[in-house]
């Protein structure tokens, strides 16, 4: 389709729009102005078919704040949620051509044999945005070995739950190390940077931090409570977090 680029409006900001909308679709080019001009869009484009004809195609405004690159008529955007209608659209047009069948068993599209929890699964259940799409999709994620329906992989191998659990669980004590690391550091008197930058090379066992405790300074400025935090934190670090914890479990102390 060619681009028709005869139609341009220039914006009090010096943004344009720019393309075309035909006769009975004015208030579409209206709208799409006003987003602009009462509700401060960046840049945004709209095209609009009606039997396979192009009724609307317009675009303007920036497409990157930092370098001021203006929207051009194919500049890509996320669509985000619109994906669904999309699909919806897709899924509909099949079957009214006899391609699908919305109540047929899902394995008669899709190979699903190892998929424990899908062999009586229909295509309306993994296509529904719903309880039996969240069924689905635990299902294929306890085969998978997976959370969340997805997979990670290392080689050729599903990485089990077991160990994306364990991943994620040392992450979540990781950062709630360092978050209250540094809390105790800045309610004890360090400020912000000094306290985040101290926690930061306690944990990792890396040298120095920032300000207070930069290069050209040290630790020993620090309150006997401060070094207390720092011992912990140095310990925690260098047992990667899980092996200090065990001494809060009560069956370490019942061995």
């Known amino acids: 389709m060619s681009v028709d680029t005869s139609h341009e409006i220039e914006l009090d900001n010096g943004r344009r729009v720019h393309g075309f909308v035909d006769d009975g679709f004015g208030p579409v080019m209206d709208a799409f102005v006003s987003n602009f001009v ?57 079957v009214e051509d006899g391609r699908l069948d919305l109540d047929a068993p899902i394995e008669h599209y899709w190979n699903v044999q190892k998929i424990t929890g899908l062999s009586r699964a229909v295509v309306t259940q993994p296509t529904a945005h719903g309880v039996d799409n969240r069924a689905t ?92 935090v720092g011992v912990f934190t140095m310990l925690a670090g260098r047992l990667e977090l899980f092996t200090i914890l065990v001494l809060f479990t009560r069956g370490f102390w019942r061995r």
């Open 137 to 228: 999709l635990d299902a294929i994620a306890r085969s998978n070995g997976a959370m969340l329906g997805i997979a990670p992989i290392l080689g050729a191998r599903v990485v089990p739950n077991g160990i994306v659990y364990a991943i994620l669980a040392f992450i979540f004590l990781y950062f709630a190390t360092v978050t209250g690391a540094t809390f105790l550091l800045m309610v004890s008197g360090l400020e912000a940077v000094t306290a985040f930058s101290a926690v930061i090379a306690w944990i990792n066992n890396m040298g120095p931090g920032l300000n207070e405790v930069g290069p050209a300074a040290n630790f020993a400025g620090l309150s006997a409570f401060q070094k207390w």
């Open 38 to 94: 009462e509700r401060h869009d960046l840049g945004a484009g709209c095209a609009v078919f009606v039997d396979g004809r192009p009724v609307v195609d317009v675009w303007g405004g920036t497409a990157d704040r930092r370098t001021g690159r203006p929207w051009e008529h194919d500049t890509a955007a996320v669509i985000f949620s619109c994906s669904k209608g999309l699909l919806a659209i897709c899924a509909y047009l099949l």
